[in-house]
């Protein structure tokens, strides 16, 4: 059964802490994608990764950053978190060799920023 | 602009009752995909189904069906004799063949079957 597993389902966090959100995946999938779901906003993409090291900015990349240093993981970090922050974040990867590939999902962790 | 758009942001239906989600698109490709996805209370986004553009035809899966037309760019899913475990919120998503890897995702439609 394919498998995308998130570090934590609820966090709690301090302003200006440093946040790090772990991403891992069993399926030896390429490309790996960070989001954030908001009421009446859906799920928007923060970042993704096509390749270990590799990285393109999403739509909302601003005051996060990813590292991708193995294959089956993608972290996101929150240099230092802000209450706007607070969201559900959610994990997804999905196989490189097709665009009609459906991307696998994450349980999502809620993070709350005070 | 939104490439993905679910107008119903909320629908409430009694359980048996038929429910039609609907989902308008708009791409500038000739090759394209569309999904659904369902999110359960417990968070995690489930895959229902696929479609490309070049594949029209409707689907049925039991009690769920997608009807895709490129003429009105709708991608819409009717649930019929919905249930209590339907209440979930379900998300349309976009994968363009030249954007890569990227899918576009509708704001979600929350449905709530009453029983």
């Known amino acids: 059964d394919v498998k995308v597993t998130q570090s934590s389902r609820y966090l709690v966090k301090r302003t200006g802490e440093k946040v790090f959100l772990e991403c891992v995946q069993d399926m030896d999938h390429e490309n790996m994608f960070w989001y954030r779901q908001d009421p009446g906003l859906g799920l928007r993409l923060i970042y993704f990764s096509y390749d270990v090291k590799m990285k393109e900015k999403g739509d909302i990349p601003e005051g996060y950053s990813v590292s991708r240093e193995k294959k089956e993981r993608f972290s996101l970090i929150l240099e230092s978190a802000s209450t706007n922050q607070t969201s559900m974040y959610l994990c997804?990867?999905?196989?490189?060799?097709?665009?009609?590939?459906?991307?696998?999902f994450g349980p999502g962790t809620r993070l709350t920023v005070l | 602009a939104q490439k993905v758009t679910q107008a119903q942001t909320e629908i409430s239906v009694v359980e048996k009752e038929d429910v039609t989600l609907d989902c308008v698109y708009e791409t500038r490709d000739t090759t394209y995909y569309l999904f659904w996805y369902k999110q359960p209370p417990s968070g995690e986004l489930v895959f229902l189904i696929r479609r490309n553009s070049f594949d029209e035809q409707n689907e049925i899966s039991g009690r769920y069906s997608w009807n895709f037309q490129k003429s009105t760019s709708s991608f819409n899913f009717t649930i019929t004799a919905s249930q209590v475990v339907d209440s979930a919120v379900y998300f349309c998503a976009l994968s363009e063949y030249a954007a890569g890897n990227q899918f576009y995702f509708g704001t979600g439609t929350s449905l709530t079957v009453i029983p």
């Open positions: 997804a990867s999905r196989t490189g060799t097709g665009r009609y590939n459906e991307q696998f």
